[in-house]
């Protein structure tokens, strides 16, 4: 833990041995595999010998730490393995090996390995998440991100650093390997930057060290753990430290050494060569298992509010009411609930919640992909955690970052705004019309799309006390209270909301309109002109865009008649899901599906919507001609 003032000769030499070793598994665990990164594993390697031998690896309050260069994964898992965390043997054998724990890019359930990466430049911002943890906590635990020097050309890696600062994250210390090389050759000629100054301008402090001497990396790391200011540590490397022949060349930033190469480093490292052996071995199968540390997260969810027409109260309005009210039940029991947002507080309705909890509410500024990844580092500590935008910035902007909070496992609640074309006068810029089908891609998230104040509410609750990953998206406009036949509220006092239930709000026996949010009460509008007309048409909402409701479809697939509505991209909204199901119950009725067919007008939303002929009227006179 850094406790010494400085490392014993003893250390010293046990550093130096451990370290020959592991450059030896990692050439060999590369070799095998055919694939890897063995230059900058080489570079990085010292850099985690120190640390993960003198970090606080232990209890609840232990260090955090991110590999955010994941293609360094040779050399943290040798260099764990050395220290006795991983069985040697099994990660030389199974590296890169399918379905084996020790994949080619670092990945939680390694011990100490916090963050799965490999999309370079989101390291720190994971680190601010747990760093945050570590702040509200109070459990004097330290974050540590360790990154190559090429990803520091990205510039997610400026909106963490001024994150940081601004948070006033001393628990942070960043390590940047500085071996001046990547793919393409130095980082000089591939992209010029200046890392130390770059640090600096936003407020942080430097060390420089060689990051090949033990003592300098184990006084920088001590001197960064009671600094009061974030701290970078800037680590002189050179790429395959100790292999004459692989030293300061950038064709081993991802190329294995061939056979003649591997035969030449182990005898330059004076090791023997197990490559055989391993080939055999790797026929076999591991015995090592991933671990897992995450709390579990028990949230009061709280009384739905119950909303009337004559509120006049919006969807993104009932989201922020309902967030106020879980801090107001959480909070003050110990159970900490935080909201990130990117200076749009007004706009996504998290003013409230900032005011009351300010201490647990985070304003990133205009700085989309490092508040996305914060926040969701910040959600697998045992803290509910909201990230609230417009759905073009936080999940179109931020795709990439979710994804990789998705491949994380993470309890994020991402609730965007002004959704779909009825975001109308910002026009098609601001018109996200592809959330559904990008939500799609994502694994581990759950999309819903409510389609009132009550059905938000409801909706911003069960995802709140649900595990896992959701995206609850809300229009820009006021949306009307949906009301059953018997004059009462359909998603008021009763209601329950359930994950992939799909809502009857009109029966009908000719056809069916399946929708969802916005467009449910123009749905209802359409089948009223068609009812004059004499079709009797059901409106069904579709909250969860990407899940079809068995029981219901095996009624509605009974009809002879099935449109999808809505006003997000129609080949990529819930069209695929519908077609998908009628397809395997080979459905013999007619279906057309109506949606946007090319991004949208700038103006008010019905003439948008107009435009695109999604109107009420041209809707109406759409489905008679379908039904002649």
């Not at 910035?393 to 909070?405: A, H, K, P, S």
């Not at 002109?529 to 009624?555: I, R, W, Y």
């Not at 119950?585 to 019905?606: L, M, N, P, V």
């Amino acid at each position: 833990m850094f406790d010494n003032e400085r490392l014993t000769e003893k250390e010293l030499e046990n550093l130096k041995e451990l370290s020959r070793l592991a450059k030896g598994d990692i050439v060999t665990m590369t070799r095998l595999a055919g694939t890897g990164h063995p230059g900058g594993s080489i570079s990085s390697l010292d850099i985690y010998l120190v640390l993960f031998a003198y970090a606080n690896l232990n209890g609840k309050a232990r260090d955090r730490i991110v590999v955010s260069h994941g293609h360094t994964s040779p050399g943290a898992y040798a260099a764990l393995a050395r220290l006795g965390h991983l069985p040697v043997d099994e990660v030389n054998t199974f590296f890169r090996k399918a379905k084996s724990p020790f994949e080619g890019h670092v990945v939680k359930g390694i011990p100490f390995i916090d963050w799965s990466t490999g999309n370079l430049g989101q390291g720190l911002s994971a680190g601010c998440g747990f760093a945050l943890a570590s702040k509200m906590k109070k459990d004097n635990s330290q974050v540590y991100v360790l990154m190559g020097d090429g990803e520091q050309q990205k510039g997610q890696i400026g909106e963490a650093r001024r994150f940081a600062k601004k948070y006033g994250l001393s628990n942070i210390t960043a390590i940047v390997d500085y071996n001046k090389l990547q793919i393409s050759g130095s980082t000089e000629k591939v992209m010029p930057q200046n890392i130390i100054e770059n640090f600096l301008s936003d407020g942080w402090d430097i060390l420089e060290i060689n990051g090949h001497d033990y003592s300098e990396i184990y006084k920088a790391m001590k001197a960064a753990q009671v600094n009061t200011n974030p701290v970078c540590i800037v680590a002189n490397t050179v790429m395959g430290n100790g292999i004459s022949f692989m030293e300061n060349k950038e064709k081993y930033h991802g190329s294995p050494l061939n056979d003649a190469e591997y035969k030449e480093a182990m005898s330059i490292l004076g090791l023997e060569d197990k490559l055989d052996f391993y080939k055999e071995k790797r026929k076999g199968a591991w015995s090592w298992k991933p671990i897992s540390d995450e709390p579990l997260v028990t949230i009061d969810a709280g009384t739905p509010f119950t909303y009337k027409e004559e509120d006049k109260i919006d969807n993104r309005s009932a989201f922020g009411r309902a967030l106020k009210d879980m801090g107001d039940l959480n909070i003050s029991k110990g159970q900490p609930i935080c909201a990130f947002d990117c200076d749009l507080a007004s706009s996504v309705k998290t003013g409230d919640f900032a005011k009351a909890f300010p201490e647990y509410f985070f304003q990133g500024g205009i700085q989309e992909h490092n508040t996305a990844t914060a926040a969701g580092a910040l959600s697998t500590t045992g803290t509910l955690t909201f990230f609230a935008d417009f759905g073009v910035f936080g999940i179109d902007e931020t795709y990439n970052q979710q994804r990789l909070n998705d491949i994380n496992k993470t309890n994020l609640k991402v609730a965007i705004t002004h959704v779909g074309l009825d975001v109308g006068p910002d026009g098609k810029t601001h018109q996200c019309v592809d959330y559904i089908g990008l939500a799609r891609n994502l694994y581990n998230f759950k999309t819903i799309v409510p389609c009132d104040a009550n059905q938000t509410d409801r909706a911003v609750r069960y995802a709140a006390a649900t595990k896992g990953n959701f995206l609850v998206a809300m229009g820009r406009n006021r949306w009307p209270v949906i009301y059953n036949k018997d004059g009462k509220q359909f998603f008021g006092d009763g209601y329950t909301f359930e994950y992939g239930k799909m809502d009857i709000i009109e029966e009908g026996k000719d056809g069916a309109i399946i929708t969802y949010g916005g467009m449910v009460y123009r749905a209802q509008k359409i089948r009223e002109n068609l009812s004059a007309q004499g079709l009797s048409f059901a409106v069904v909402n579709m909250p969860c865009a990407n899940e079809t409701d068995e029981k219901v479809m095996a009624n509605l697939a009974k009809l002879p008649c099935i449109i999808t509505y809505e006003d997000h991209n129609r080949a990529t909204g819930i069209v695929p899901v519908i077609t998908g199901y009628l397809l395997k119950k080979k459905f013999k009725g007619k279906f057309d599906s109506f949606g946007a067919t090319q991004y949208g007008a700038s103006g008010d939303t019905d003439e948008v919507m107009e435009t695109q002929g999604l109107d009420v009227d041209t809707m109406t006179k759409a489905l008679l001609k379908m039904m002649e």
